[in-house]
């Protein structure tokens, strides 16, 4: 069954930088990309990010390209996301999410981890 | 980027009624479309896959149609528990696109 536990959230001023985790089990980590997705506060899904299996590929929104990053440490089943130059706008409800064997979509969810950028 | 243009964004219905959901793409998808419920505090849970794959332990009253740029969602019969914001997702191209939502309340 799959777990997927986000953690780093908080409240951080503009500018700084936050990193949030996201624990992974039940499935096999290794052998599938990982993507985190995000939600601002009352309004819709925004897919944010992915890496692929090994680490070796990434994409980004525009919106967060060249100050996120997404990596993954198969070694402890582990996902990240570094979130520098953080915007008002980034404030979100930010979940890790795993896409099926097929990339047909997210077969699996965390609970979502809430970051809020204000001074 | 592919838009994803979802429609109603809400909708009043009562329980037993029949409640559909379209989603349209800016450029054919295929059938690279999914469905999703979220309730308030929730993350999103599947309810299709493939435009019209049933996930499993999905009730089958849900059921999704549609190939290209068209796309529906239907609720058969509507049920207390099924009152929540539904999404389409495309995943036939990066970056992966969320329709805006449709809420579903209670009439």
């Known amino acids: 069954q799959v777990q997927l536990v986000e953690s780093g959230g908080g409240v951080v001023q503009p500018g700084r930088s936050l990193r949030l985790s996201c624990a992974a089990s039940?499935?096999?980590?290794?052998?599938?990309?990982m993507h985190w997705v995000r939600q601002a506060p009352g309004k819709g899904l925004e897919w944010v990010a992915v890496?692929?299996?090994?680490?070796?590929?990434?994409l980004y929104a525009d919106s967060v390209k060249g100050r996120f990053t997404i990596s993954r440490d198969n070694s402890q089943n582990t996902l990240y996301l570094q979130m520098n130059s953080l915007r008002a706008e980034d404030t979100a409800v930010y979940y890790c999410?795993?896409?099926?064997?097929?990339?047909?979509?997210?077969?699996?969810w965390g609970q979502g981890t809430l970051v809020t950028v204000s001074s | 980027d592919i838009q994803m243009t979802q429609s109603p964004s809400s909708l009043s219905a009562s329980v037993g009624d029949r409640v559909t959901i379209t989603c349209r793409a800016s450029?054919?998808?295929?059938?690279?479309l999914g469905w999703y419920q979220q309730k308030p505090g929730k993350a999103p849970e599947r309810l299709i896959f493939a435009a019209s794959s049933l996930q499993s332990g999905v009730p089958s009253r849900f059921s999704g149609s549609g190939y290209g740029t068209e796309f529906t969602l239907t609720i058969s019969s509507l049920q207390p528990e099924d009152f929540a914001t539904y999404y389409c997702?495309?995943?036939?191209?990066?970056?992966?696109?969320f329709g805006q939502g449709t809420e579903v309340e209670l009439k």
């Open positions: 039940g499935f096999t980590f290794y052998a599938s990309g």
């Open positions: 997702l495309q995943h036939n191209s990066f970056p992966w696109t």
């Open positions: 999410a795993k896409p099926d064997s097929y990339d047909r979509g997210y077969d699996g």
């Open positions: 450029q054919g998808i295929r059938n690279d």
């Open positions: 890496v692929s299996y090994d680490g070796g590929n990434k």
